[in-house]
């Protein structure tokens, strides 16, 4: 069974592209997360866990969804890290995760996608989205095929640099970054309150016709990039930037 959290749509498409080459099923995590619930799952196949790379680790909200469900049936776990270059030393905290699970971890790999982090970082274009989008259909296809035969997935190289990063910067990053005081909303908004649907962790409510944030934003980008009016800014760091989501299968 394929399991995905996503925020912009990027592992939402490889999960739906990893389901159809295995023939399986493929499960959005979003309703558990935001309600903070535990799932309950059984399958014969192995476990395919989806989820973009937030400072060089899987989502928190994603591993503690995964941390609090049940899993019957098959034992082993892949993981799936979609990301905007690479993620880090990311694989030992998975391996951990599968040991309180019970899982016999198979490894973890990274896919390319487009840039989704506007928040520090600009996202492509429409057409070089697409390019991007192109160029990870084999990765895509090299990870269903190694789920497939029941291999596991080739380790991936780590240094010095990359333990820096999946340790000390993702406890500094979740420690100040995960904030929403600098969530603003312009004039444009139309009050439809996609925004506050689309929040995973239910940090965004609508109140007089307009979003307000509180809690701890789990950085996924749903809103601001989700916003059909670009209405929403995230301090200065967003201004003039491109939105983004997946433009799902139009590469096809």
């Known amino acids: 069974m394929v399991i995905y959290f996503t925020g912009t749509g990027n592992s939402r498409y490889c999960a739906k592209e990893l389901a159809e ?11 558990y997360i935001r309600s903070e619930s535990a799932g309950m799952f059984s399958s014969e196949r192995p476990w395919v866990f989806v ?12 591993a503690d969804f995964i941390r609090r469900s049940r ?15 690479e993620i880090g030393n990311a694989h030992p905290s998975n391996l951990a995760l599968c040991s309180e699970k019970s899982f016999r971890c198979r ?11 506007i928040a520090m970082f600009s996202a492509p274009d429409h057409s070089e989205a697409l390019r991007i989008i192109s160029a990870a259909q084999p990765q895509i296809r090299q990870a269903a095929e190694f789920v497939a035969s029941g291999q596991d997935f080739p380790v991936q190289r780590t240094g010095a640099l990359d333990k820096l990063k999946s340790g000390p ?15 603003s909303v312009s004039d444009a908004c139309t009050s439809c309150g996609k925004c506050e649907r689309v929040c995973p962790v239910h940090c965004i409510d609508m109140r007089d016709g307009r979003p307000e944030w509180s ?3 789990t950085q996924c980008m749903a809103c601001i990039c989700g916003c059909p009016v ?14 983004y989501q997946c433009p799902e299968y139009e590469s096809r």
């Open 107 to 117: 490894g973890t790999i990274p896919v390319v996608m487009p840039e989704n982090y």
């Open 51 to 62: 989820c973009p790379t937030y400072a060089w680790q899987i989502p928190k909200v994603f």
């Open 169 to 183: 910067i993702n406890a500094l990053f979740l420690r100040f970054n995960n904030r929403t005081k600098p969530f």
């Open 215 to 217: 809690g701890k934003c």
């Open 230 to 243: 670009s209405a929403i800014e995230y301090g200065r760091a967003s201004r003039g930037k491109p939105r």
């Open 71 to 85: 899993f019957d049936g098959n034992h082993d776990a892949y993981f799936v890290m979609t990301c905007g270059g």
């Open 21 to 31: 080459l295995l023939e399986d099923e493929c499960t959005d995590s979003f309703g």
